[in-house]
């Protein structure tokens, strides 16, 4: 029944996150240096992958923050975490119980959810208004970071993704990807919490009105 609604579900979730990025990217284009801190913390990640002692741990970073989104989405999701361990290329991570629906978000976690982005966006909530461009600094490393981790572990190699099947990994990785960097951009205009505010709703009417055109169609082509 749950391999039945994925593609549906799916499929919106993609149709309407890519309708509500589009005018969050333009404002992006029209105001980049509300971003600057962002981009500068993302350029000093890359700086940083120069330096010997962070370079020699990065591997293990990786790895420890692959491990550890298995992890957290797991407790979400009502999982019994029995072990978790991260090694230089190396971690895995155990759980038992819950429901079956959250497999796919656990599985998949480590390659569409920058957990450490997010951590750093509900705690720049917190900031003083002229400390905020520190968080968003941060925001850019942590960022470039996931992208730089998501990158060197998708791939069909992960038992993670093929025990999903690589095509529904492709479109649930997309999705999610597409969702989180609307949250993002938002987040530094308006704060993590106003933005999750505003496309739940968004998302919300934006399904409404789909499906209130899918219905008419249905009813005057289909005879429903």
Known sequence: MLRILFYPLIAATLAVGITEIIPIAEWLIAHPLKYQYVGMGMAGYVLLTFIGFFNKNLEWLRTFSHELSHTVVGMMFLRKI??????VGEGVMSHSGGFRFGTIFISLAPYCLPIFTYLLL???????????????????????????????????????????????????????????????????????????????????????????????????????
Do not use: P
């Open 82 to 87: 029995h072990s978790f361990e991260a090694g």
């Open 122 to 224: 509900f705690l720049r909530e917190l900031g003083a208004a002229n400390s905020l461009y520190i968080f968003d600094i941060m925001i850019g490393v942590v960022t470039a970071f996931h992208i730089g981790c998501f990158r060197r572990q998708i791939g069909l190699h992960q038992t993670d993704i093929t025990s999903v099947g690589a095509f529904r990994s492709a479109l649930f990785i997309v999705a999610m990807w597409i969702v989180n960097l609307s949250v993002l951009l938002l987040s530094i205009r308006v704060g993590v919490l106003e933005a999750f505010k505003r496309l739940a709703i968004d998302y919300f009417e934006d399904l409404q009105r789909w499906s209130k055109i899918a219905i008419d169609f249905a009813a005057a082509h289909l005879g429903f």
